[in-house]
């Protein structure tokens, strides 16, 4: 690019006077020398010279372009210098402030500054080691990038969302360097808003509620239940009561859950039948595989000793916590009075009483009250009656669920 030169229309025809240091009409007909010109760029390199005064220089190309800035000394880019920079294809143009020089915008010294597509640069000469930029950013571009790995190419404004870590990104320019940034924490979209509790007394489907992100799964194993007695004259038969079911808790995400699953509720045992029976086992309540709790054991009935029923045992439950149930109590025998024992209470309590009675008589054992609890054993005081034992409860699910 050549100098070009601009005329006064107006020519003054007086003479220059002896003083120097003043304008004179010499210096107002003279011809004013001025740069204005226009140079494309579409390789991969560039370096700027003296002669982009006053020049636009556009970049174009795809691939990324290394522009060299030479240190305004020895005479090149002088005081008042200028020139202006402009990106308007996809590869980023960076600039390189050659021999220690620096690129000062928005008051940051850069040694290298990267323009995107759409942005134009201004650089000016100081005379000294230093340039001064002014940057004008390309307007962003309307709509967001969904996609699993970030877009090649971004102008500063761009949006991204990342359909791999479900998380929206802006690419930003700090003054120094542009990169992308969080706009929306996948921490604060997983934030919890809702919670929901689906509660299971019987056998079915567990469907999580839509948008679940957790849920915490409890499970209550049946309760056994309590035995009978068979009474005889002259005898004090006492039975043991039922076994409370385990407990055990599990907390998983949505994908483990999946669609659905399967919940299986402990049965109740049975109590022993009047007479000299054994209560029945409660059954293992279950939510798939996922979360499992053992059913209590049945009373014993009275021979020569009448025990309770085992507490529902930490072997096979599954969950983060396991914990074994409470077992029933062994039937009491005085030297002339009788009680059955008490059915073991669960995680919510309501073990069924033992039977009691002053003499004469057999009282049944109580039923259970409350989900996993176990049933009391019967006893006789010096009667010929029989009795049952209290029926145990059945389990419970409770599922709560975090949406």
């Not at 009474?231 to 483990?256: I, K, L, N």
Request: aromatic fraction near 8%.
């Amino acid at each position: 690019m050549t100098a070009k030169s601009l005329t006064h229309a107006f020519v003054s025809g007086v003479a220059d006077g002896t003083d120097a240091t003043l304008v004179r009409p010499s210096n107002w007909n003279a011809d004013h020398v001025f740069w204005l010109g226009y140079r494309p760029v579409t390789t991969a390199s560039d370096t700027i010279a003296h002669a982009d005064h006053f020049t636009l220089i556009t970049y174009n190309s795809v691939s990324a372009v290394a522009v060299t800035l030479p240190a305004p000394t020895g005479g090149n880019m002088p005081l008042g210098w200028k020139t202006t920079l402009r990106n308007i294809s996809s590869g980023a143009v960076t600039i390189t402030g050659g021999g220690g020089s620096t690129i000062n915008i928005a008051g940051v010294a850069n040694a290298s500054y990267v323009i995107n597509q759409g942005d134009t640069l201004d650089i000016y000469s100081i005379g000294t080691t230093a340039y001064y930029g002014v940057v004008v950013k390309a307007p962003a571009a309307a709509g967001v990038t969904i996609s699993a790995t970030a877009p090649a190419s971004p102008s500063v404004g761009s949006l991204w969302w990342d359909s791999n870590g479900g998380q929206l990104y802006l690419w930003y320019d700090d003054g120094t360097s542009q990169q992308w940034v969080v706009v929306i924490n996948a921490a604060v979209l997983g934030a919890i808003t809702t919670v929901n509790v689906q509660k299971f007394i019987a056998s079915g489907t567990y469907t999580p509620i839509a948008n679940m992100k957790y849920c915490t799964i409890e499970c209550v194993g049946g309760g056994g239940g309590g035995a009978g007695v068979a009474g005889s004259s002259g005898a004090y038969p006492a039975a043991g009561g039922g076994g409370s079911g385990g407990y055990s808790r599990r907390t998983v995400s949505a994908a483990t859950i999946g669609a659905s699953q399967t919940v299986t509720i402990g049965t109740a045992g049975g109590g022993g039948a009047a007479g000299s029976n054994n209560g029945s086992a409660g059954g293992a309540t279950s939510v798939g595989t996922l979360c499992i709790a053992n059913g209590g054991g049945g009373g014993a009935a009275f021979s020569t000793t009448a025990a309770g029923g085992a507490g529902g045992v930490i072997a096979g439950a599954v969950g983060d916590v396991t914990a074994a149930g409470s077992p029933g109590q062994g039937g009491s025998v005085p030297s002339s009075f009788a009680t059955g024992g008490n059915g073991g209470s669960s995680f919510f309590g309501g073990g069924g009483l033992g039977g009691a009675n002053s003499g004469g008589a057999a009282t049944a054992g109580g039923a259970a009250s409350n989900y996993g609890s176990g049933g009391g054993g019967a006893n006789s005081n010096n009667s010929t009656a029989t009795a049952a034992g209290g029926a145990g409860s059945a389990g419970f699910v409770i599922i709560t669920e975090y949406i």
